[in-house]
T-cell receptor, first 113, second 110 residues
Framework: EADIYQTPRYLVIGTGKKITLECSQT?????MYWYQQDPGMELHLIHY???????EKGDLSSESTVSRIRTEHFPLTLESARPSHTSQYLC????????????FGPGTRLTVL | QKEVEQDPGPLSVPEGAIVSLNCTYS??????FMWYRQYSRKGPELLMY????GNKEDGRFTAQVDKSSKYISLFIRDSQPSDSATYLC??????????FGQGTELSVKP
């Protein structure tokens, strides 16, 4: 079944740890995105990719980095987690048609102590 | 000023009520107007979209766009408890980037 997956779903970690949030999609989409979502706030785009070896920073400044070595995989890494990184992280992909319908994963809820 | 403003709610209505969810925007370059629905502990999913001004109906849902007023609405008729979710409006401009509203949390009580 074509879908988009995120792991872990929940992560509680201490300050200073390195973390990687995984995102994979089986829909063959070229475009992938990472958003940050906080309660009562709009989704903020932090990274996007239009294909393999292509990554760009989004509108919201983020200390995270991403890579796109395979079409289906778009991991996000935080080298040194801080409490200010506590948030919900949503991964999405889109087929790149005129209407940019994005398909979202279930999200990773990150808490940094 | 934010490009997209959405009443955050929360909104609580009885089953069967007509619900109106609204967003305003400031960028006249937006071309596609979308509504996403997000259930608790899930990612958003596209509910409906419209291109330019006008209405679009899909079952109990109607999306309305008024580009002259920079105002979009989503109407839900005969609301059901299963409609309880957060509804996010999103606008697409040049380059395909989506700008989201902050979401309206809706609760439909049986």
């Amino acid at each position: 079944e074509a879908d988009i997956y995120q792991t872990p779903r929940y992560l509680v970690i201490g300050t200073g740890k390195k973390i990687t949030l995984e995102c994979s999609q089986t829909m063959g989409h070229d475009k992938m995105y990472w958003y940050q979502q906080d309660p009562g706030m709009e989704l903020h785009l932090i990274h996007y990719s239009y294909g393999v070896n292509s990554t760009e920073k989004g509108d919201l400044s983020s200390e995270s980095t991403v890579s796109r070595i395979r079409t289906e995989h778009f991991p996000l890494t935080l080298e040194s987690a801080r409490p200010s990184h506590t948030s919900q992280y949503l991964c999405a992909s889109s087929p790149g048609l005129a209407i940019n319908e994005q398909f979202f994963g279930p999200g990773t809820r990150l808490t940094v102590l | 000023q934010k490009e997209v403003e959405q009443d955050p709610g929360p909104l609580s209505v009885p089953e069967g009520a007509i619900v109106s969810l609204n967003c305003t925007y400031s960028n006249s370059a937006f071309q596609y107007f979308m509504w996403y629905r997000q259930y608790s502990r899930k990612g958003p999913e596209l509910l409906m979209y419209t291109y330019s001004s006008g209405n679009k109906e899909d079952g109990r849902f109607t999306a309305q766009v008024d580009k002259s007023s920079k105002y979009i609405s989503l109407f839900i008729r005969d609301s059901q408890p299963s409609d309880s979710a957060t509804y996010l409006c999103a606008m697409q401009g040049g380059g395909g980037k989506l700008i989201f509203g902050q979401g309206t949390e809706l609760s439909v009580k049986p």
